[in-house]
């Protein structure tokens, strides 16, 4: 198993930039999928970024394309999401998650271990 703990989120403003980060606990973090979900007030939690077991075959919501980048260094167990031109329809709580299968599914129920979460609130 592992323990996930994510940082990085504040209040930005629309344009700006933040990178969030996850750190891994244990020696097994290279053994799973990694992947990052947010959810705002009243939504449902949604897919944002994931990244295959050796950094490769990112994916990423619609939403998100060109804007986003997931990044992993499986050397110091941490998972990485860059954001750019944020807007503020990106606020929301923002969690990292694990996933025993192959690749990054979209399904919150893939994963089985979750982050606490971190805020990222965006004002225009």
């Known amino acids: 198993q592992v323990q996930l703990v994510e940082s990085g989120g504040g209040l930005v403003q629309a344009g700006d930039s933040l990178r969030l980060s996850c750190a891994a606990s244990?020696?097994?973090?290279?053994?799973?999928?990694m992947s990052w979900f947010r959810q705002a007030p009243g939504k449902e939690r949604e897919f944002v970024a994931g990244?295959?077991?050796?950094?490769?075959?990112?994916r990423y919501a619609d939403s998100v394309k060109g804007r986003f980048t997931i990044s992993r260094d499986n050397a110091k167990n941490t998972v990485a999401l860059q954001m750019s031109s944020l807007k503020p329809e990106d606020t929301a709580t923002y969690y990292c998650?694990?996933?025993?299968?192959?690749?990054?599914?979209?399904?919150?129920?893939?994963?089985?271990?979750w982050g606490q979460g971190t805020q990222v609130t965006v004002s225009s």
């Open positions: 998650a694990a996933s025993e299968y192959y690749s990054p599914g979209t399904a919150a129920d893939d994963y089985t271990y």
């Open positions: 244990g020696p097994t973090f290279s053994r799973y999928v």
């Open positions: 990244i295959s077991r050796g950094g490769g075959s990112p």
